[in-house]
Nanobody, 126 residues
Framework: QVQLVESGGGLVQAGGSLRLSCAAS????????MGWFRQAPGKKREFVAA????????YFADSVKGRFTISRDNAKNAVYLQMNSLKPEDTAVYYC???????????????????WGQGTQVTVSS
C-alpha cells in the first residue's frame, strides 16, 4: 500500500512558477513509475507528466512540454513537478499517482495508476 500526499499548490500570476511535491509512504515507492495528472472544473482528468522508477525517462503532455519538469528523489520517497511559465489554462487540481505495474506504454492513461493522492489546487490568474 502506498499513500500519497501532494503539497505546493496555490495562487500564482500568469508567467509565474510553482513547485508541487508529492510525499509517498511505503518501502516500494522506488519501484513505481510516478505520474502527475490534473483536472479542471467541468473537464476530464488529464495526464501532465510521468517519470520512470529510476528517473531515467520522463514523459510530458504536449500542453506542458518545455514549461514543466518532473523529478523524483527515491531516498526521500518524493516526486516533484516544477511548473514554469504558468498559464491560466493550467488552473486545475493536480494529482500525484503511483503506478505499481510501470507499463511504460500506458503511463499517460489514468487507469494505469494504482494509488492517488488527494490533490492540490493550482490557480493561475491572468
Amino acid at each position: 500500500q502506498v499513500q500519497l500526499v501532494e503539497s505546493g499548490g496555490g495562487l500564482v500570476q500568469a508567467g509565474g512558477s510553482l513547485r508541487l511535491s508529492c510525499a509517498a509512504s511505503g518501502r516500494t515507492f522506488s519501484r513505481y513509475a510516478m505520474g502527475w495528472f490534473r483536472q479542471a472544473p467541468g473537464k476530464k482528468r488529464e495526464f501532465v507528466a510521468a517519470i520512470t522508477w529510476n528517473g531515467a525517462i520522463t514523459y510530458f503532455a504536449d500542453s506542458v512540454k518545455g514549461r514543466f519538469t518532473i523529478s523524483r528523489d527515491n531516498a526521500k520517497n518524493a516526486v516533484y513537478l516544477q511548473m514554469n511559465s504558468l498559464k491560466p489554462e493550467d488552473t486545475a487540481v493536480y494529482y500525484c499517482a503511483a503506478d505499481a505495474q510501470s507499463r511504460l506504454f500506458r503511463v499517460r492513461v489514468d487507469d494505469e495508476y494504482d494509488y492517488w493522492g488527494q490533490g492540490t489546487q493550482v490557480t493561475v490568474s491572468s
